[in-house]
């Protein structure tokens, strides 16, 4: 038996607890916003909730990602003036009733919440040929966004609201942050305990937009292609399960 | 009470059972090259798996992702060629030991998965201006690779093998599958059951690259920015508990 051999687990079967559990974490995550409380994060939570960002996969196991605490809240000022800089750029943007919907969201919890986390990716940590990244060359990129999915999941499962803040422009988180040219922001996310999750993503239950029925969204072989009536007919099911309770049966 | 006040949940903690099984997914997940079964994959199943996918943050709600479902042996045939004939400049692209045992890695499973599965964003999905796309305009592939890892780790749970494979031109996965120009395939995927799941990721008990410490990519404020030693020793003890026995305690 190889050494590479001996590395394969005997028993990997999850438990039935499991897989429920990891439908009702993912069910149930929101991006958070206006519900953020200012107690601090206890270090060894915020200790899990990286890990689970740090075991994403990466392309030839680059592990691209680092993760910068913003605690100062000088720092965070800076972050929220460059947010509302490009705040009232985008409100020009929709016309009519979205112009009005727009102006009344709120969209970031920069100072509210007790920790801000940008999600870094650095697209030389291992010089310029990575194993998979050799024809898409933004799947490093991709990598770090599947670190901030794990992380997003992980503070879910630990009470812990993350909300995504995208309304700022690249060139001044990197200004602000101290980012090498090399270095992109890839998610800039305000994290803490939140006094309650809501039942469905905010901009469904403000009628931004509608959730799209799943099975018009999966053909057979090609865009567009044909459609299987049997398994539609599951994805209307499983869908409907997961907008009614949260648990996927 | 709003309408939209009405849409909180009253009790939305999730049980220390819920946690755990997060993180024993998030962290037995693997990617999958050579160890798939050629059994189907249970139509009740896949909708599970496919609605963790659409239950992944969007930018704006725009959904914008679509799942190509591919079975047939003639299309996969041409996406296998398109592989091989990425992988074989792939490979010049490394010197000495790493070329030799780049050769040596199974990279794909096309063929022997039951199934291959292509995550496409639609760019155009809801026009040009969306809600927080404004200035990060890849935000809307970003969500996509969200719904790819829900996809994963959903898969995971259910006991399914998932690889992606990244050695592939996009222009070649485009025109194979007939993506219009405003289609991007961010990632395309082979998904089945497995023999077995390895107890760590390939490329590191094959010697390609180690775990990086993730105390070391953590910093506070900015760039390089100071380490907080308290924080570091917790990072340290769930690090070495994740990689110990797949439970972060």
Redesign the interface.
Known sequence: MT??EA???GD????E?????????????R?VRGQFLPDPID??V???V???A????S?????P????????PQ?RGRIKAAFEA?NT??AS??DGDKAAV?RS?K?EGILEAPLNICV?CDRDR?GP?V??????P??D??ST??A???L???A????LGLG?V?????PALKEI????ER?VP??YLCLGKVS???????????G??K??P?AD?????????ER?E??AA??D???AA?EGGGI?P
């Open positions: 050494e590479h590395a394969i687990q990997d079967a999850l438990a607890a499991d897989r429920l559990g990891l439908y009702r974490v993912l069910l149930s995550r991006d270090d060894a915020l200790a899990r990286l890990t689970a740090h075991f994403a996969p392309v030839g196991f680059m592990q990602w680092s993760f910068i605490l913003v605690r100062s720092v490009a750029e985008a943007m929709f727009y969201l969209l870094t291992v040929v194993l998979g990244r050799t024809h898409i933004t799947m990129l991709y966004v599947c901030v999915q794990n997003w999941l992980a879910r499962a630990e009470g995504w995208s309304i700022i422009s690249e942050l101290g980012l090498p270095v890839v998610a309650h999750f809501f039942a469905q993503p905010e901009l469904e239950s403000r931004w937009r959730r799209l799943l969204l999966v053909s057979l072989d090609r865009w567009e292609g299987d049997a398994l599951e994805l099911r499983a869908q997961a996927i």
